[in-house]
């Protein structure tokens, strides 16, 4: 009876480090795309800043939409502690923090059509309303 009992707790034990390992894995990964995404914006300003047409990006722009458009699901319940920024309001007001990813889609799909159009000033223009949906989400649900 006592093995059986300790098997068990062995069982709970493993399936809590799994449990972490994968929210660890999760982190990371968000991270990292959240740190390209940063990457690509950069990329974007020096042809926004030289008023660019920015067609170049296409590409670049629909992998943001489609990062943007998945974020959300990049947060599962649990993610919230280790090595992350995360803070409780993107569980405790989950409603809020996917509408300010759609906000970021909504600014990144106007950019997609500016890029498309091939106009600098209505690249330079869409690329600079980007920014403060990044930042409206990062004041409310990341950390400093
Ligand atoms: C819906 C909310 C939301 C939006 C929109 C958003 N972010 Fe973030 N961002 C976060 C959160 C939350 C973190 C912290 C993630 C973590 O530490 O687990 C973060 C982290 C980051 C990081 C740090 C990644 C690292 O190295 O740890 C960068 C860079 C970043 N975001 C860039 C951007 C850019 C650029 C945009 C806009 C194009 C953007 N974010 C839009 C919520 C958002």
New binding site residues.
């Given amino acids: 009876m006592k093995k059986i009992w300790l098997a068990g707790i062995a069982v709970l034990a493993m399936g809590a480090a799994t449990a972490a390992w994968a929210q660890g894995e999760v982190?990371s990964a968000?991270?990292a795309g959240?740190?390209r995404?940063?990457e690509h914006?950069t990329a974007m300003k020096a042809v926004a800043d030289a008023r660019g047409a920015g067609t170049q990006f296409n590409a670049t722009i629909e992998e943001?939409i489609n990062f943007?458009q998945g974020?959300?699901a990049r947060?599962p319940v649990g993610s919230g502690t280790g090595d992350?920024?995360?803070?409780p309001t993107?569980w405790s007001d989950s409603v809020g923090?996917s509408g300010?990813?759609a906000?970021?889609v909504a600014k990144l799909q106007a950019l997609r059509t500016a890029a498309v159009g091939g106009d600098g000033a209505a690249f330079q223009a869409a690329w600079q309303a980007?920014?403060p949906?990044?930042g409206a989400?990062?004041r409310t649900?990341?950390a400093r």
Avoid at 84 to 87: E, R
């Fill in positions: 982190i968000r991270r959240l740190k995404m940063g914006m943001m943007y974020l959300p947060f992350t920024k995360a803070l993107i923090f300010a990813s906000d970021t980007v920014g949906t990044c989400c990062h649900y990341r």
